[in-house]
């Protein structure tokens, strides 16, 4: 369960590989358009290859690569099972035929 930003009532969210579900979230409560946050702890994956190099020149830079990484991916995985919400940013696309319903007819 997440909250949503805009009324701060929870909502439920889809899976995070469930990436239609995300396009078409809307809140229940307040119909506001919401998409999820990009997760934070992907900012550590950069760092891995560093460490990696570091490893080959001493055991205890290996251990701490290894921990590093196997720390970085549970906190992805903890992450992506309670994924943050915020409000879609982008407006909806204009249609590139519109449709005179009421318009004279021919």
Known sequence: MATCPACQKSLATP???????????????CKAR???KPPRYALFGPLVAPLFMLARHNRVFEIIAVVFLFVTIFLL????????????????PEPSIRLNIDGPSN
């Open 34 to 36: 919401l998409e999820m």
């Open 77 to 92: 995985l903890l992450e992506s099972f309670r994924p943050k919400v915020q409000l879609r940013k982008k407006p909806l």
């Open 15 to 29: 899976s995070f590989l469930n990436l239609s579900a995300w396009r078409n979230l809307v809140c229940p409560h």
